[in-house]
């Protein structure tokens, strides 16, 4: 019999070690493919085909007219004008047409479309007897300027009678869809990504990417140099409000942790160059509804996060708008009495409100709103 002598060093220890990382690598191969976490197929099966980059200088991107599909947790189906909705005629002489613009809030993140507050506040205009229909041309990442060049783009051609403008608190940011896509068409047939763990690197090592660019973007500089042709000296009749929030901000304590967490940096809401620019969108958007008269209705979103300093940024923007006539509807009373928690669409986001919170949304525009025939 031959005897063999056990085998010494360092050897055994790696061979268990090569195992037991193996073993531990196939675990969670197995636990994520368990939990159905497949981000490959959600973007090559999604948002790709419902986005693209668009031709109309300070849209950005646009939605891919007649797209449908799965994006931003929820089912889209874009109609052939290219916003989410049912579709619609461009002629329709028997109703008034309202337009809602916004971001991700009025578009509906995470929500069916029969959820959202444009398509609620359609329901709720036509049960008191108005011939109207609600126009959602909200996507997520727009601004107010991205919002008004939209309405160039496509809802002028409506002929609205209306146009709301859904405000949301990150306005004053730059939040803007990052065009590039965690995986691309290339990616099918690269085997690689059939893996789940190598997925979930390559999906880590990109938000960590669009994590950092996002925060170089906001910063004051980058934003007054991207920007610069859209920012004008603000209203005289602002600077006393506008001051007593810069010096509260500034002795606030600093978060520059703020776009991590979710929350919004009160500090936006001090600088000059953010207004101005938002007066400017504002101050386009007026001269359109002088040309094409139709009335405007701002539609200040609720922070559902209680933050004075926030809210006295809203009132900064209150200002700027009804200075242009428009009228203003703010649903934070609504809001507060039933709990800014719990009309939150998860838990860690502020922003979103839930299917709740837009039906008190519509509930604070239809009150509001008087809507006549189209001119």
Not at 235 to 250: F, K, M, Q, W, Y
Not at 333 to 352: C, K, M, Q, T, Y
Request: hydrophobic residues 45%; proline residues 5%; charged residues 25%.
């Amino acid at each position: 019999m031959r005897w063999t002598a056990p085998l010494k060093g360092t050897a055994p220890k790696v061979a268990v070690g090569a195992c037991s990382l193996a073993l531990a690598l196939s675990g969670a191969e197995f636990a994520l493919r368990l939990s159905g976490y497949d981000p490959r197929a959600e973007a090559l099966n999604g948002r790709v085909q419902l986005v693209r980059s668009s031709q109309t200088p300070g849209r950005g991107y646009e939605l891919v007219p007649c797209a449908s599909g799965t994006g931003w947790g929820t089912n889209v189906h874009v109609n052939q004008y290219g916003f989410r909705g049912p579709e619609v005629f461009l002629e329709a002489p028997d109703r008034t047409r309202i337009v809602a613009l916004g971001d991700s809030v009025t578009f509906g993140n995470e929500l069916a479309y029969v959820e959202t507050w444009p398509a609620t506040l359609e329901r709720e205009l036509r049960k008191a007897g108005q011939s109207v229909d609600v126009l959602d041309l909200g996507l997520g990442g727009y601004d107010t300027m991205q919002e008004v060049v939209t309405l160039e783009a496509v809802g002028l051609e409506f002929r609205p009678a209306h146009v709301i403008l859904g405000y949301c608190v990150n306005d004053l940011g730059v939040v803007s869809m990052s065009m590039e896509t965690l995986f691309d068409d290339d990616d099918r047939a690269n085997p690689l990504y059939a893996s789940r763990i190598l997925q979930w690197l390559h999906v880590w090592s990109m938000e960590r990417s669009q994590t950092r660019a996002l925060f170089e973007r906001n910063r004051e500089e980058t934003y007054a140099r991207a920007f610069d042709a859209e920012i004008e000296p603000l209203d005289e009749s602002i600077a006393p409000g506008l001051a007593a929030l810069r010096a509260a901000v500034e002795s606030a304590p600093a978060a520059d942790d703020d776009l991590a967490t979710r929350r919004i940096p009160a500090r936006w809401y001090a600088s000059e160059r953010r207004l101005g620019r938002l007066q400017y969108a504002l101050g386009r958007l007026a001269a359109l509804a002088a040309e094409h008269r139709f009335a405007v209705t701002v539609l200040l979103i609720p922070y559902l996060e209680e933050d004075r300093l926030i809210e006295r940024g809203l009132g900064l923007v209150r200002q700027l708008a009804e200075a242009r006539g428009f009228r203003v509807v703010d649903a934070g009373d609504l809001f507060l009495a039933d709990g800014l928690i719990n009309l939150r669409i998860r838990e860690s986001d502020p922003v979103h409100p839930n299917a709740r919170g837009h039906a008190l949304l519509a509930d604070a525009l239809a009150a509001a709103l008087t809507v006549g025939p189209a001119d």
